[in-house]
T-cell receptor
Framework: GIQVEQSPPDLILQEGANSTLRCNFS?????LQWFHQNPWGQLINLFY???GTKQNGRLSATTVATERYSLLYISSSQTTDSGVYFC????????????FGKGNQVVVIP | DTGVSQDPRHKITKRGQNVTFRCDPI?????LYWYRQTLGQGPEFLTY????????KSRLLSDRFSAERPKGSFSTLEIQRTEQGDSAMYLC??????????????FGPGTRLLVL
């Protein structure tokens, strides 16, 4: 099955700083989602982005499918951005079973 | 709120007991998934339904695990004879199968299981 690697595994940010999280995947995909898991365990949808660039407020994401990576940008970080960010792609092309990376643990300090 | 809901949110049980978790998907979604997440890891796929049909169950962790979606709406995940290794967060997700292929899965808040 597909391999998903996220980097960096841990990140500590000063409030107001910008950051970039990276997701590499080992095979072609037709689906890629970014999630934020809050401290209570809820996975919150951030982006559905199999290719191209999307923006939502202070967050934006870019997926370069031909090079098998996706980036999540956090600008002007806030303490509420703390948590774990997950990238997920289908285990096999065209199916709907998601394979997750191990996540990026982000801590934003005031 | 019309998101995915799960019940209970927390469950503590003794080893050997049976437990059952419920998931109510977003109402118009025809696909429902179960995942398991252990500490420090991303969620891992267990099983999924399209309407009432269970289309993939080979990834259930053992024959102690079973899932149902009897009327194509809510689903239950049962673990029989629980073991300490079953302690984890159990997540449910739902999606709407589209003609174009890719689809967005929406997750519930999860059921956190602790087996003593």
């Amino acid at each position: 099955g597909i391999q998903v690697e996220q980097s960096p595994p841990d990140l500590i940010l000063q409030e107001g700083a910008n950051s970039t999280l990276r997701c590499n995947f080992s095979d072609s995909v037709n689906n890629l989602q970014w999630f934020h898991q809050n401290p209570w365990g809820q996975l919150i949808n951030l982006f559905y982005i199999p290719s191209g660039t999307k923006q939502n407020g202070r967050l934006s994401a870019t997926t370069v499918a031909t090079e098998r990576y996706s980036l999540l940008y956090i600008s002007s970080s806030q303490t509420t951005d703390s948590g774990v960010y997950f990238c997920a792609v289908p285990e096999d092309y065209g199916n709907n079973r998601l394979a997750f990376g191990k996540g990026n643990q982000v801590v934003v300090i005031p | 709120d019309t998101g995915v809901s799960q019940d209970p949110r927390h469950k503590i049980t003794k080893r050997g007991q049976n437990v059952t978790f419920r998931c109510d998907p977003i109402s118009e979604h025809n696909r429902l998934y179960w995942y398991r997440q252990t500490l420090g890891q991303g969620p891992e796929f267990l099983t999924y339904f399209q309407n009432e049909a269970q289309l993939e169950k080979s990834r259930l962790l053992s024959d102690r695990f079973s899932a149902e979606r009897p009327k194509g709406s809510f689903s239950t995940l049962e673990i029989q004879r629980t073991e300490q290794g079953d302690s984890a967060m159990y997540l449910c997700a739902s999606s709407l199968k589209g003609l174009a292929g890719g689809e967005t899965q929406y997750f519930g808040p999860g059921t956190r299981l602790l087996v003593l």
